[in-house]
């Protein structure tokens, strides 16, 4: 039989073939058959029990986290109309397999209802301190124990307050006094509440308590004509914080540790609107700034123009033209790595014109072009403030490692990350990258003794790690 149609159902029967393949992991299509096979194979049929489902068992501890490391959240379901955004997470959560057990306070439950919620976690639904069937072995403790993390959205004011104040008058409120692993909130309600004094003297309270939040965020409330802080995060953003929390502390290879880099094209300006600039989309260059961050590096990051948005954790200085971003650059300093990855104009125009230059019947006006300050050189042939690694970058057309290696000797940086940048492979503006590492050892080598290695095509994002690894590795190997 390739398919199952069944129709004409009560809705006691719908109700019990909906939660009874929530509870086993299965599609409704799915129990069916294990139903009639089942029975065919003399099981008795379930008739007894379509009215009021069974409860799913509860699993092992060690069988919910899946044995094979699978993390696993309580996840507590606050009363607010943000509630429905909780079915999106438990979804979120699922597809990045961590295990997910809810809980619903009973104004949870006016807005989304026990059996959804279990339908989208496989899980049973727990809304009821003195349930029998749970509390008999104190279900609470166990929901604020056998997990990695307790996750409370939407984390109502009234939620907060209890919290805050150590109540325990609920199922929700008992597990989070009772909970010895990590708490995040995701709060959510009217920008009034959330800017009273009481709700922030008990958000101060909850951060000196070490309780993880994200958000809320500004933006239209469900109630007509109001708007504010207080949206409860989206469910994507909340499932990134969960996976922060619940990842292994990360390496910090570059702590202590000041990163300089630059990033995108300059503009020079021809006009009040017009100008000169390149293709480059700063998009590498970011990449390499949240790298070095996550590798706890202090970073600042000079950038050109550019529509990126700025790395978490890195200090950015936006600038216009070549000059800029030198005069930034020698700000910035001192460093212990100097990154210069941004695409700088090589020439500018000698005079900048005050208006709008217009056609005349001689033709074109002339444009006289100026050679701008070449920033790697610059800073690369310090005496004083040199940093102890400086690395370039070679956009090239043609001959890529000959040009890269009389580039690195002519500008005098430590290493050189060459590209071909020739239109047809779209790396200017585009999310992948083929680049050569080329490194010396000294400053009195030859070309020939510069060090190439070639890496695979790889993600703007993998290329910039792979360069924060190699960084690290030779910033531990000097020290």
């Given at each position: 039989m390739a398919s199952l149609t069944i129709r004409k159902l009560d809705d006691a029967i719908k109700?019990?073939?909906?939660?009874?393949?929530?509870?086993?992991?299965?599609?409704?299509?799915?129990?069916?058959?294990?139903?009639?096979?089942?029975?065919?194979?003399?099981?008795?049929a379930p008739t007894a029990?379509?009215?009021?489902?069974?409860?799913?068992?509860?699993?092992?501890?060690?069988?919910?986290?899946?044995?094979?490391?699978?993390?696993?959240?309580?996840?507590?379901?606050?009363?607010?109309?943000?509630?429905?955004?909780?079915?999106?997470?438990?979804?979120?959560l699922k597809e990045r397999h961590i295990d997910v057990r809810c809980v619903l306070t009973k104004a949870a439950q006016q807005f989304v209802t026990p059996l959804s919620a279990s339908a989208l976690s496989h899980e049973r639904v727990y809304t009821d301190l003195f349930d029998p069937g749970s509390e008999f072995d104190a279900g609470h403790i166990r929901l604020a124990r056998e997990c990695d993390l307790i996750v409370v959205a939407p984390?109502?004011?009234?939620?907060?307050?209890?919290?805050?104040?150590?109540?325990?008058?609920?199922?929700?409120?008992?597990i989070l006094l009772a909970a010895d692993r990590p708490i995040l909130l995701a709060p959510a309600m009217n920008p009034l509440m959330w800017n009273n004094a009481a709700t922030r003297r008990n958000v101060m309270q909850l951060r000196r308590d070490g309780i993880h939040m994200i958000g809320p965020s500004a933006g239209e409330m469900a109630e007509a004509n109001e708007a504010g802080i207080g949206r409860m995060s989206e469910a994507i953003?909340?499932?990134?914080?969960?996976?922060?929390?619940?990842?292994?502390?990360?390496?910090?290879?570059?702590?202590?540790?000041?990163?300089?880099?630059?990033?995108?094209?300059?503009?020079?300006?021809?006009?009040?609107?017009?100008?000169?600039?390149?293709?480059?989309?700063?998009?590498?260059g970011f990449a390499i700034a949240a790298a070095a961050q996550a590798a706890a590096a202090d970073v600042t990051l000079v950038s050109g123009p550019v529509e990126l948005r700025d790395p978490p954790g890195v200090t950015v200085i936006r600038v216009e033209s070549a000059r800029d971003m030198l005069h930034r650059v020698e700000a910035?300093?001192?460093?212990?790595?100097?990154?210069?990855?941004?695409?700088?104009?090589?020439?500018?125009?000698?005079?900048?014109?005050?208006?709008?230059?217009?056609?005349?019947?001689?033709?074109?006006?002339?444009?006289?072009?100026?050679?701008?300050?070449?920033?790697?050189?610059?800073?690369?042939?310090?005496?004083?403030?040199?940093p102890p690694l400086v690395i370039g970058f070679a956009a090239e057309t043609e001959h890529l490692i000959d040009n890269a290696k009389a580039k690195i000797a002519r500008k005098g940086c430590d290493w050189i990350v060459a590209n071909d940048v020739s239109p047809a492979l779209g790396v200017m503006g585009g999310d992948r990258n083929t680049v050569h590492l080329l490194t010396r050892d000294g400053t009195d080598i030859g070309v020939d003794?510069?060090?190439?290695?070639?890496?695979?095509?790889?993600?703007?994002?993998?290329?910039?790690?792979?360069?924060?690894a190699k960084i690290a590795k030779t910033v531990e190997k000097n020290s």
């Open positions: 109700s019990y073939l909906r939660l009874r393949s929530a509870q086993n992991g299965r599609s409704v299509e799915e129990e069916v058959r294990v139903i009639l096979r089942e029975y065919c194979e003399g099981s008795p029990s379509l009215t009021s489902p069974s409860a799913p068992a509860e699993r092992p501890v060690a069988e919910r986290a899946n044995a094979a490391g699978q993390a696993s959240v309580t996840l507590i379901i606050g009363g607010g109309i943000a509630a429905f955004k909780s079915m999106e997470l438990i979804r979120r984390a109502t004011a009234d939620l907060m307050a209890k919290m805050a104040q150590g109540h325990a008058d609920d199922l929700a409120s008992a953003e909340i499932a990134a914080a969960v996976v922060d929390i619940l990842r292994p502390p990360r390496p910090r290879p570059l702590a202590g540790k000041r990163v300089l880099i630059t990033a995108g094209p300059t503009h020079e300006a021809i006009d009040p609107v017009r100008y000169i600039a390149n293709r480059s989309s700063g998009k590498q910035a300093l001192p460093a212990d790595i100097a990154i210069f990855a941004a695409a700088v104009a090589d020439w500018r125009v000698a005079n900048e014109g005050e208006q709008k230059l217009k056609k005349t019947a001689a033709g074109m006006p002339p444009l006289q072009l100026v050679e701008n300050p070449d920033i790697l050189a610059t800073i690369s042939k310090l005496k004083d403030r040199r003794d510069i060090k190439v290695d070639s890496w695979p095509v790889m993600t703007k994002e993998q290329v910039a790690t792979e360069l924060v």
